[in-house]
């Protein structure tokens, strides 16, 4: 890489360090300048605009959250097995995040009610790892993992929720158990939505 592109990576890494600190409406050229002993002018020269560097912020984050959890669970063979590697990376992304924070979770309140380009970037962002959760659990029905008349939306919308409900009580209650309460819930709901044949056949091999 070229001086000004390390430049460019090293300034992006302590702007997403300050982001899920402190959230995308925090983060400003002038903070960020002062944590790299840069100038205004010097940071403004790779970004141009306070905009334009929240934007690339989202995209690191987005891009390290699908090198940690989307693309090794995808690995795993299609079916029960992907789902469960997909939320166990989920958890243990959360769990490092309880000290930094999330910045979808965190920008979803900052940008719910705030048009423009930075809530279009995030809503395609987490829409995209919710089609793939949703994909996920098309495909495990489809293989017999689940049950047929699994409503697939549901499920994912009750992963997400116990998601939330980690993050709220692990970050910010602070609440002890709370990744043991996570993993506990989940297994609960897929108990509910599997399929009871596939259930046996795997009881059986064991």
Known sequence: ?????????????????????????????????????????????????REDLQLEVLKLYHHR????????????????????????????????????GCIYI???AE???????????????????QGALLRCVRQAIECGDLKADTDAAQLVYEMYGLILGLHHDARFLRMPGSLDRAGIGFNRLIDTYQNPQHAAAVNSVK
């Open 111 to 129: 940008y719910d009610d705030r048009p423009g380009p930075i809530r279009e970037e995030l809503m395609a962002m987490v829409q995209a790892w």
């Open 106 to 108: 965190s920008g979803a």
């Open 1 to 49: 890489m070229r001086k000004g592109e390390l430049t460019r990576a090293a300034i992006l890494d302590v702007a997403l360090d300050l982001a899920s600190r402190d959230g995308l409406e925090g983060l400003t050229i002038g903070l960020l300048a002062d944590k790299m002993n840069m100038s205004k002018s010097g940071v403004f020269a790779h970004f141009g605009s």
């Open 65 to 100: 959250f699908e090198q940690e959890v989307f693309f090794p669970s995808v690995k795993e063979p299609r079916g029960l097995l992907r789902l469960k590697s997909m939320f166990a990376r989920w958890v243990k992304r959360v769990s490092v995040e309880v000290a930094s």
